[in-house]
């Protein structure tokens, strides 16, 4: 079907209640009976991962399988920001002075309105980090530090795939969402972003009780007592679907990434400049 005619379909039907009930199938049982079309269909590296496909009870549980340990090795350079999701870079480069992206990033949304209303980040760093059907859908964390606040923002379930979000205006900063914080020495204030996306029925972090896309309430947190965060710790995970975004202050490091590029968990893809 043309992305534009999914684009348009989707405007006019119930996006959230199609993503919860696409989540209730998904964790009901007899859908592990499409586990094997879906490995095939969209290409999952099945040498990757633990067990067999019969060993997973539902979609859900093998959209979030564990990788075999060992495959995805963290970079130990003191300088690095590693990728936190296996993903394709979709887009990366400096925030303008208004919060905006800069015209050459090919999509735009207001960052402060992204992470719930931080205006530090004007002027920074972004990378969006695209998650496919195929990929491996825990999230981790890129760099050391403590993780001091959280923040959910119910939003829409639009599709993030390009030809969404060239048609609807700051789709990333629109759609629902879970931002974690990460202090750190080196990089001042890491900001991941958890964006949901049609069929995205649940998002779930390790640092909060929070489920995405169940009583749609807004909620934040400032931990009083900060939660360390060690970089390749797994963060969270999406329970079908979508995207990373990794905002960052002004000055704090230079990407290392080539748009259109495959990433892996671990790998470095920025070095912070107040890291050596």
Same mark, same amino acid.
């Given at each position: ?171 990333? /900063?629109?759609?629902?969402? @879970? &931002?974690?914080?990460? $202090?750190?020495?080196?990089?001042? #204030?890491? %900001?991941?972003? !958890? ?56 000055? /704090?490091?230079?990407?290392? @990434? &080539?748009?259109?590029? $495959?990433?892996?968990?671990?790998? #470095?893809? %920025?070095?912070? !400049?107040?890291?050596?």
């Amino acid at each position: 079907m043309n992305d534009a005619l999914i684009v348009s379909l989707l405007s006019i039907v119930p996006k959230s209640l199609g993503s919860k009930l696409q989540g209730v199938v998904g964790r009901s049982g007899l859908s592990r009976h499409i586990i094997r079309w879906y490995a095939d269909r969209y290409g999952v590296n099945t040498d990757e991962m633990v067990g067999t496909l019969d060993d997973y009870p539902s979609l859900q549980e093998f959209f979030v399988r564990p990788l075999k340990p060992g495959l995805r090795p963290i970079d130990p350079g003191v300088d690095s920001l590693v990728s936190p999701a296996d993903s394709r870079v979709y887009a990366f480069g400096q925030v303008q002075d208004d919060g905006h992206l800069p015209p050459d990033a090919g999509l735009d949304f207001d960052v402060v309105k992204l992470v719930g209303g931080d205006p530090r980040y004007k002027g920074g760093q972004f990378a969006v980090l695209y998650l496919s059907p195929k990929d491996y859908h825990r999230v981790h964390h890129p760099v050391d530090g403590h993780v001091t606040r959280w923040h959910y923002l119910p939003g829409n379930f639009w599709p993030v795939f390009e030809a969404a979000t060239k048609e609807i205006e700051g789709l990333f /900063a629109v759609n629902e969402r @879970l &931002t974690v914080f990460v $202090d750190t020495q080196s990089a001042g #204030r890491v %900001a991941v972003v !958890l964006v949901a996306a049609y069929g995205v029925g649940r998002m779930t972090c390790e640092h909060c009780d929070v489920v995405t896309n169940t009583d749609g309430q807004e909620r934040s947190e400032d931990l009083s007592i900060p939660q360390p965060a060690q970089r390749g710790q797994e963060l969270g995970r999406f329970n079908l679907g979508s995207t990373v975004i990794l905002v960052t202050e002004p000055g /704090a490091l230079e990407w290392e @990434l &080539t748009r259109d590029d $495959d990433v892996k968990v671990g790998q #470095r893809i %920025a070095r912070i !400049l107040g890291g050596a």
